[in-house]
């Protein structure tokens, strides 16, 4: 059973900095691309942050590109996402997702991610 579990949310003024963490089991992680997506309220979920099994050429969203960095650790099957220069608009949802294979998509909004964690909410005050 694929489990995804995101800690690291909180509440943080502006211009700081958060560290997200994503725990997985139940598949082979280090085969599988991951990813970070955010759903802030009354809004879709979008993406934010992706990266192949390999880790190598991750991709970003231009909202975050320049503050936020993804990185992975197979030996661990953990994910991270640090956030730097946080602004009130980065406040949402965090969600830590997974695909089957070790691409993703950029053709579809969930960029081919077939599992997804409950999230962990960060919290921007201006």
């Known amino acids: 059973q694929v489990q995804l579990v995101e800690s690291g949310g909180g509440l943080v003024q502006a211009g700081g900095s958060l560290r997200l963490s994503c725990a997985a089991s139940g598949y082979t992680f280090s085969s599988s691309a991951m990813g970070w997506f955010r759903q802030a309220p009354g809004k879709e979920r979008e993406f934010v942050a992706a990266s192949s099994s390999s880790g190598d050429t991750p991709k970003y969203a231009d909202s975050v590109k320049g503050r936020f960095t993804i990185s992975r650790d197979n030996a661990k099957s953990t994910m991270t996402l640090q956030m730097n220069s946080l602004k009130s608009e980065d406040t949402a949802v965090y969600f830590c997702?997974?695909?089957?294979?070790?691409?993703?998509?950029?053709?579809?909004?969930?960029?081919?991610?077939?599992?997804w964690g409950k999230g962990t909410l960060v919290t921007v005050s201006s």
């Open positions: 997702a997974a695909a089957r294979r070790g691409w993703f998509g950029t053709l579809g909004p969930d960029y081919g991610m077939d599992y």
